[in-house]
């Protein structure tokens, strides 16, 4: 079986959890610290506050710029769930945009969508591609709302040489196993340049304690709560990050061979302007999605759905209309993409595919 998604666990990491298991200090450690600055470092931002999910990473940014009861926060419907129920979360209320062909968020139905309830954007750089950075930037100096990257599927993915997370208010990234580098189990981090932004993500992340104060560890100054990462993940995020320009390169080039082979009979992404993709996922596009799904399994490569219901048809949410989104997610396929992908499975891959439409 050829796998859609298989992380990369190098001998360093596996020496990493011996390592910590043998300190005997797991959580609050040194390499939770580490990881932090170094992450940061590589978006391109000031400041990191890792916690325990990329959902929490968001709910944390978005509690931090002080959002909630009465305020809208425009966000995507074509993305996983939890790129909107942090909006829920601190009480706000979501509103849902439509995407173009490019699988991203439509500017200008942003644009129509803004009201002045709007406190935030969130945009969802989507399978690895960033969203087009420059006029939601005109946007947020006209309007005015804070804007929140959700770059949980977007590790090193840059506009115009500048790395996914360095563009907003804060920048959210997720290590969940399947993304591009993981901490071998759920784990995120929020990315700022905003120093004051920072220390209250970390006060939010950890039962509301000012460590900045003598009587901090004791003292909870707001509401807080339980994100913390542990210090195994931290070891094993920094032993990732040190590979993750390797292995984006690696995805590139197997979109490369995607690219060049596959059947004309499938929509292919391409990289859009002035970005550097990362291809956390590689979404092809046809009206037989359900019938090619079928035929891949039969032989024995596994695909995925990406996603199969909007967001905005969520129960928990609020129905409304988005033509394109709703019309993509019946035609939207996700085939194997990852660093220990060898030549020859994606040959393998791309001649089943053209099989079946021949």
């Known amino acids: 079986m050829i796998q859609l998604s298989v992380p990369t666990i190098t001998q360093e990491m596996k020496e990493k959890v011996l390592e910590i298991l043998d300190s005997g200090r797991f959580i609050k450690g040194p390499n939770v610290a580490a990881f932090e600055a170094k992450f940061s470092r590589y978006c391109g931002a000031g400041y990191g506050v890792s916690a325990n999910s990329g959902t929490s990473a ?32 601190v009480g706000a209320k979501p509103v849902f945009v439509d995407i173009g062909d490019d699988y991203l968020m439509d500017v200008n139905d942003v644009k129509s969508k803004i009201t002045s309830r709007t406190k935030a954007v969130i945009c969802v750089h989507l399978y690895g591609e960033m969203c087009d950075m420059a006029k939601l930037l005109q946007l947020k100096e006209k309007f005015g709302f804070a804007l929140v990257e959700d770059c949980c599927q977007a590790h090193g993915a840059e506009y115009d040489g500048k790395k996914a997370g360095s563009f907003g208010e804060a920048g959210c990234f997720s290590f969940f196993p399947s993304k591009n580098m993981t901490v071998a189990g759920d784990g995120g981090m929020a990315v700022t340049s905003d120093k004051k932004l920072c220390n209250t993500m970390k006060m939010l992340r950890d039962h509301g304690r000012d460590y900045g104060t003598k009587e901090g560890k004791y003292i909870s100054t707001i509401l807080g709560y339980n994100f913390r990462m542990s210090e195994l993940s931290a070891a094993l995020g920094r032993c990732q990050l040190k590979y993750i320009e390797q292995w984006s390169q690696k995805r590139r080039n197997i979109a490369e061979m995607y690219n060049e082979s596959l059947t004309d009979k499938v929509i292919k992404p391409q990289a859009g302007d002035r970005r550097k993709h990362v291809y956390h996922l590689y979404v092809i596009r046809t009206g037989k999605r ?37 019309k993509i997610c019946d035609e939207i396929l996700s085939l194997p993409i990852y660093p220990l992908l060898s030549d020859d499975q994606v040959s393998e891959v791309i001649d089943t595919i053209n099989d079946f439409f021949e």
């Open 58 to 89: 968001i709910f944390m940014a978005l509690k931090a710029l002080y959002i909630g009861k009465g305020d809208e926060v425009i966000v995507p419907s074509h993305t996983f769930v939890a790129s909107a129920t942090p909006i829920l979360m």
């Open 290 to 326: 359900d019938e090619l799904k079928e035929h891949l399994h039969r032989n024995d490569i596994e695909t995925g759905i990406h996603y199969p219901v909007p967001v905005h048809r969520q129960p928990i949410f609020e129905d409304s209309r988005l033509p394109v989104t709703e």
